[in-house]
Antibody, heavy 115, light 110 residues
Framework: QVQLVESGGGFVKPGGSLRLSCAAS????????MSWIRQAPGKGLEWVSY????????LYAPSMKGRFTISRDNAKNTLYLQMNNLRADDTAVYYC????????WGQGTLVTVSS | QSVLTQPPSVYAASGQKVTISCSGS????????VSWYQQFPGTTPKLLIY???KRPSGIPDRISGSKSGTSATLGITGLQTGDEADYYC???????????FGSGTKVTVL
């Protein structure tokens, strides 16, 4: 069955960096666009970014453009999110999801940005 | 402030029907497909409706989706206590070049 497993979350100080990973299995990863979505504590869902099958098309939410970088390794069936210059308002659970519509989601990984 | 507007909460008695609205604009719901997601506290969101009205495999037909103009609606009939959750609509926004979600609606079964 389809599985998406995120990792890499944790505690980081403002201005710091983190790299999230999402290991995919149970489907042909290279055939699907993938996305990151986040949810701040007690808040709603916020789309972060998506990446096309061969990484030719990449889009970001305006508030994350320039600080976050999405990438993928189809040989490793893995999606990544490099997050730089993190701010307190980036604190959230970060989910990876299969794009269009978001039919499968990972369990999420918590990123906490605090001094 | 979400681009897509949903009521913060809706209430209905067990066995009754509840509807959740999702209001957008021509930049999003008016010209792009709407999806709906269900989320229980502390769990991962689940896709309920895609392409305005289609149900993924395993979603019961008491769950329905519709759209008229720039407003979409999620309907749940035969309401059960197990339906108490947060529900989010989402759609692509061609002006923002971003996917946008509604602010979410909490369903409470009286």
């Amino acid at each position: 069955q389809v599985q998406l497993v995120e990792s890499g979350g944790g505690f980081v100080k403002p201005g710091g960096s983190l790299r999230l990973s999402c290991a995919a299995s149970g489907f042909t990863f290279s055939d699907y666009y993938m996305s990151w979505i986040r949810q701040a504590p007690g808040k709603g869902l916020e789309w972060v970014s998506y990446i096309s099958t061969s990484a030719n098309t990449i889009l970001y939410a305006p508030s994350m453009k320039g600080r976050f970088t999405i990438s993928r390794d189809n040989a490793k069936n893995t999606l990544y999110l490099q997050m730089n210059n993190l701010r307190a308002d980036d604190t959230a659970v970060y989910y990876c999801a299969r794009w269009g519509p978001f039919d499968y989601w990972g369990q999420g990984t918590l990123v906490t940005v605090s001094s | 402030q979400s681009v897509l507007t949903q009521p913060p909460s809706v209430y209905a008695a067990s066995g009754q029907k509840v509807t959740i609205s999702c209001s957008g604009s021509s930049s999003n719901t008016g010209n792009y497909y709407v999806s709906w997601y269900q989320q229980f506290p502390g769990t991962t969101p689940k896709l309920l409706i895609y392409d305005d009205y289609k149900r993924p495999s395993g979603i019961p037909d008491r769950i329905s989706g519709s759209k008229s103009g720039t407003s979409a609606t999620l309907g749940i009939t035969g309401l059960q206590t197990g339906d108490e959750a947060d529900y989010y609509c989402g759609a692509w926004d061609g002006s923002l070049n971003a996917y946008v979600f509604g602010s979410g609606t909490k369903v409470t079964v009286l």
